[in-house]
């Protein structure tokens, strides 16, 4: 393909290209955050903790969270590079193959998810302003958009994702303000909590910092093309700190107002979509998903891309598009293992990004060569050994003993701390001559 249409590669992008500033990098990030998941995490959150609290806790997880994607910003802003081909330096050229897969089958859920959760809010949103009636027609526009803006590369993501985000704060800001106007906060205090909560402050805390987590395949996708490492940490910083609060916040009124009003507690997304502000709450959330899916789609071609550079990005979006659509058209299947997605994805990928961070800060002293395609050959085993143990620490404390805290720092921080020793321990002279020695007996 050519005319309009994107040829992005895995190469190196040159310096002329890294011409994205702080507010379009800002808008990006804000508009790609402020998604519907977020919102129905939100909603999780009631009536187990109170209202302000959770908005609170949100506030100081999504902070540290930032943090994390800051840093995996620069390392693309650095190094000119996506995040799988950067993902070769620590793991090797074939052990990064296995995480770019695996990032492909994760962005492939979140997008069969948001798909349907899309065309949901168009047709909520057709059928209260025109009266047209047809989820299934609903999905497909909404998939096929997706498609077709992704196929204009960066350029045109950033272009749209600009929009969407102005778009989306106005009407997400506009809802807010008419809860908070119609119930005020005196009712919002007086909601009364669950006898029994399953959800503590410490879990709350622990989901937000995994949807923060839940991102970091990204930013060196996107981050690449920011002019400076400041106008990239910031960037993404206010960007994803700004869409996550307000959307697990609008989640967090939404989900109160809705037992207040005597509704049985719900993390549906159609409850926003119902009532007096069904069309601006289905308009509100089918462009979130729009911006959103844009930036899985291109994130599983580029993971794509970084397997094989043989394939061109036109045919690889187009084909992953349409899987994701047929997955999309489910509808209701989708959304029964929703929670079980999120966990899995924290325990899939949070170990991953702790390695890549630990080994460019720690390990490497941010002086990876110019050229960070660079693999430690095939498989980096130590990295790949942190990673099996990071991952099993992650699922047993998460499924099989669930700790009171939630496993999600805890697994960042010890497997962080764990690969340097590995990697230390692995090129010790002591450990080769051993190694050498029962090869020649």
């Known amino acids: 393909?050519?005319?309009?249409?994107?040829?992005?590669?895995?190469?190196?992008?040159?310096?002329?290209?890294?011409?994205?500033?702080?507010?379009?990098?800002?808008?990006?990030?804000?508009?790609?955050?402020?998604?519907?998941?977020?919102?129905?995490?939100?909603?999780?959150?009631?009536?187990?903790?109170?209202?302000?609290?959770?908005?609170?806790?949100?506030?100081?997880?999504?902070?540290?969270?930032?943090?994390?994607?800051?840093?995996?910003?620069?390392?693309?802003?650095?190094?000119?590079?996506?995040?799988?081909?950067?993902?070769?330096?620590?793991?090797?050229?074939?052990?990064?193959?296995l995480f770019a897969a695996m990032n492909i089958i994760i962005l492939a859920g979140w997008e069969i998810i948001q798909g349907y959760l899309g065309g949901l809010a168009l047709h909520k949103f057709?059928?209260?302003?025109?009266?047209?009636?047809?989820?299934?027609?609903?999905?497909?526009?909404?998939?096929?958009?997706?498609?077709?803006?992704?196929?204009?590369?960066?350029?045109?993501?950033?272009?749209?994702?600009?929009?969407?985000?102005v778009l989306m704060l106005v009407l997400?800001?506009?809802?807010?303000y008419k809860l908070l106007?119609?119930?005020?906060?005196?009712?919002?205090?007086?909601l009364p909590l669950s006898d029994s909560p399953s959800l503590t402050f410490a879990i709350v805390f622990d989901l937000v910092l995994a949807s923060a987590f839940s991102w970091m395949a990204l930013p060196c996708d996107y981050n690449r093309y920011c002019r400076s490492v400041k106008v990239s940490a910031f960037g993404i910083g206010i960007g994803y700190l700004l869409g996550t609060v307000i959307a697990m916040t609008l989640g967090i009124l939404v989900g109160s107002y809705t037992l207040l009003a005597g509704q049985p507690a719900s993390y549906d997304p159609a409850n926003l979509m119902a009532g007096q502000y069904a069309a601006i709450a289905s308009a509100v959330l089918f462009?979130?998903?729009?911006?959103?899916?844009?930036?899985?789609?291109?994130?599983?071609?580029?993971?794509?891309?970084?397997?094989?550079?043989?394939?061109?990005?036109n045919y690889i979006t187009i084909a992953?598009?349409?899987?994701?659509?047929?997955?999309s058209l489910l509808q209701e299947l989708v959304m029964e293992g929703f929670f079980d997605w999120i966990l899995f994805v924290g325990a899939a990928m949070i170990p991953s990004f702790a390695i890549i961070l630990a080994?460019?800060?720690?390990?490497?002293?941010?002086?990876?060569?110019?050229?960070?395609?660079?693999?430690?050959?095939?498989?980096?085993?130590?990295?790949?050994a942190a990673y099996l143990f990071g991952a099993g620490f992650s699922l047993y404390f998460t499924y099989v003993m669930p700790l009171a805290t939630g496993a999600t720092a805890l697994t960042f921080v010890i497997t962080a701390v764990l690969y340097p020793l590995l990697q230390q321990l692995w090129r010790s002279p002591s450990l080769h001559s051993a190694t050498s020695e029962e090869s020649s007996s």
């Open 359 to 384: 080994d460019y800060y720690w390990v490497k002293k941010a002086r990876w060569p110019d050229n960070a395609q660079h693999a430690q050959g095939s498989f980096n085993l130590p990295a790949l």
């Open 126 to 165: 057709l059928l209260a302003t025109t009266g047209f009636d047809n989820v299934v027609a609903a999905i497909i526009i909404t998939q096929g958009l997706v498609m077709v803006i992704t196929l204009l590369g960066h350029s045109g993501i950033q272009k749209i994702e600009t929009i969407a985000s």
């Open 181 to 190: 106007a119609e119930h005020g906060l005196t009712e919002l205090k007086s």
């Open 320 to 327: 992953f598009g349409l899987l994701c659509l047929a997955g």
């Open 287 to 313: 462009v979130s998903v729009l911006s959103t899916n844009l930036f899985n789609l291109y994130s599983m071609s580029m993971s794509a891309l970084s397997l094989s550079g043989r394939v061109h990005f």
């Open 172 to 176: 997400v800001l506009a809802v807010i």
């Open 1 to 97: 393909m050519s005319g309009s249409f994107s040829a992005e590669t895995t190469k190196p992008i040159p310096t002329s290209e890294q011409n994205m500033g702080l507010w379009g990098t800002l808008f990006l990030w804000t508009a790609a955050s402020l998604v519907t998941p977020s919102l129905m995490t939100g909603q999780m959150f009631i009536p187990d903790i109170a209202p302000l609290t959770a908005i609170a806790i949100v506030i100081v997880a999504s902070l540290v969270g930032t943090m994390a994607l800051s840093a995996m910003a620069i390392i693309g802003t650095r190094t000119r590079l996506p995040t799988f081909v950067v993902a070769r330096a620590t793991y090797g050229y074939s052990g990064a193959k």
